[in-house]
């Protein structure tokens, strides 16, 4: 559990180990925001060399992740990739669908 709310686990496929947030946490560099306020510069620099997350806790508890500009750009490409396949899913099970033909039509209005 992070912040009272329970975490779901992710499964990959039907052969991979379930994983749950509390796992991945404990693979994962950690420092305490006490070494974030004293090292900064240090930790930044590291973060940008080793391209890994660094998680901050905050009086034992998880509080922020340290995530290189990259890193969270392509995290943000790929959420935005996610959330237009469940959209996508979504319109299907609502049965809101177009035929191949509508949707050239569409498209071709739309890059005019």
Known sequence: ???????????VTEAACAW????LVSLMRTELVTT??????????ELERDKEPILITQHGLPSAYLVDVESYRRQQE???????????EMAVADDRLVSHEEAKERLARWLK
């Open 78 to 88: 790929r959420m935005a990739i996610l959330e237009g396949i469940a959209r996508g």
């Open 36 to 45: 974030l306020k004293r090292q900064a510069t240090e930790l930044l620099a």
């Open 1 to 11: 559990m992070f912040g009272g709310a329970t975490v779901p686990h992710v499964h």
């Open 20 to 23: 749950s947030s509390a796992t």
